[in-house]
């Protein structure tokens, strides 16, 4: 039988903290006018020093899980889309696995710029598909706010933090994840980058100095690759889902700037009511603005049984991907199930629980170096 890999749970956090047009236009040269006009965007969230990319991918699969009605012990695949992780490694996707108590899931970082959870979503339907795992957590999360030259008005203006989840799982249902596209084009990897700090250039009070640390992007171009590369992906997808593309009930795209996602709706012939926007309130989150809009469109009741959603992303590397989803979900599902006390007691138990096992580690650790200090006092004869 033939398996489908079906999205059964969502979840998004973005932190607390927005940052407005006007507050930004007293860091930098800008205005109000000038972002809205030219990127569509009006404010952005930005962390507090206190969140990072696995807190904020935390808050969002917590919420993914308790939609889906799952356990983390059920979870056997963590993906953590991002470009911004908590750090060169471990990957965020072992915090997040350890965070969640999921203790009997791989997991692992993908890093496919702003196309990465679009990325996610295609690996893991693939290998639910193909019957290596059931059930799978893929998640996009950025605090790119810390990547950020807080001078360069030409960036600093266009991203935003924040975290979408969704859980994915195998069925014999038709349905799901039902086509994927991904590509890549490394010709234009220095058009959208961040030069220091790898093995190229690493960390050091030059690369500092220089301000190789921040993200550094050739705007224009990426406009161009963007135009061009989100039409062409979609009708990809659609061709090999069997879809027209007026058979489609809502285009989700990349959050990046809305003339783009104006110039490709237009290009496909999608009407705006069919797309769905909201880069308005969060800017520019990279891999975790698909995920953040499709949460948003789930429950705000966009997304019906039955409806065919087509997510398409781009970004550094560059790179693109393209998704095309049957929404299958039942209807008591959206909107939101009523998160109660109970039930988010019993995912923080989880949570608790993986703290535990950190403290036993130690106390473990510590009483077999008690053990070595005793034998070698005490020679066994
Ligand atoms: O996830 C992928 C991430 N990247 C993207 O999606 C970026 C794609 N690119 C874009 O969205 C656009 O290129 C931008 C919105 C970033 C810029 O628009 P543009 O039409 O390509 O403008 P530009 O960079 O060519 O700059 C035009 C002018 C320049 O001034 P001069 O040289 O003509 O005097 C810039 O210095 O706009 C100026 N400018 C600004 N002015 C006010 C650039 N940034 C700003 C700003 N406020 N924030």
């Known amino acids: 039988m033939p398996r489908y890999a079906h999205v059964i749970g969502w979840g998004c956090y973005v932190p607390p903290k927005v940052m407005s047009n006007d507050e930004l236009a007293k860091m930098v040269d800008t205005s109000d006018g000038w972002i809205r006009e030219m990127t569509g965007i009006g404010e952005r969230h930005i962390a507090s020093p206190k969140e990072s990319t696995a807190l904020m991918a935390v808050h969002a699969a917590r919420e993914a899980m308790e939609t889906a009605d799952v356990n983390p012990s059920d979870i056997e695949l963590i993906i953590v889309a991002t470009a911004s992780p908590e750090y060169p490694f471990p990957a965020t996707a072992c915090l997040v696995q350890d965070a969640l108590g999921a203790d009997h899931a791989g997991a692992f970082d993908l890093e496919a710029g702003c196309s990465g959870f679009v990325y996610g979503m295609c690996s893991a339907a693939g290998m639910i598909r193909g019957g290596m795992f059931n059930t799978i957590l893929v998640v996009g999360a950025e605090t790119l706010s810390r990547l950020v030259d807080w001078n360069d008005r030409a960036t600093c203006v266009l991203f935003g933090d924040g975290a979408g989840a969704v859980v994915l799982r195998g069925s014999e249902k038709p349905g799901g994840v039902i086509a994927s596209v991904l590509g890549s084009d490394g010709s234009g990897g220095e058009l959208l ?9 690493p960390a050091g009070p030059e690369t ?14 990426v406009y161009r690759f963007a135009t ?4 062409s992906a979609a009708r990809q997808v659609a061709q090999q ?8 009930d809502l285009f989700i795209p990349h959050q990046a700037n809305l003339r783009i996602i104006d110039s490709a709706a237009k290009s496909l012939k999608i009407p705006p009511e069919k797309v769905f926007v909201n880069l308005e309130k969060y800017g520019n989150t990279s891999a975790a603005s698909i995920p953040i809009a499709l949460c948003e469109a789930i429950d705000t009741g966009r997304i019906k049984p039955g409806d065919k959603v087509l997510m398409v992303g781009f970004g550094a590397g560059l790179t693109w991907a393209a998704c095309a989803l049957e929404w299958t979900t039942p209807k008591h599902l959206a909107p939101p199930v009523q998160r109660t006390f109970l039930i988010r007691l019993r995912y923080n138990w989880f949570g608790i ?24 006092k005490l020679p066994v004869e």
């Open 193 to 201: 980058i961040v030069p220091g700090g790898g093995s190229r250039n």
């Open 208 to 221: 500092v100095t220089s301000g190789m640390h921040y993200i550094k992007m050739s705007g224009r171009e």
């Open 228 to 231: 061009r590369v989100m039409a």
């Open 353 to 376: 629980r993986s703290i535990l096992a950190r403290i036993l580690r130690h106390v473990d650790a510590a009483l077999s170096r008690l053990r070595e200090v005793v034998e070698r």
């Open 241 to 248: 889902a069997g879809w027209t593309l007026d058979k489609v």
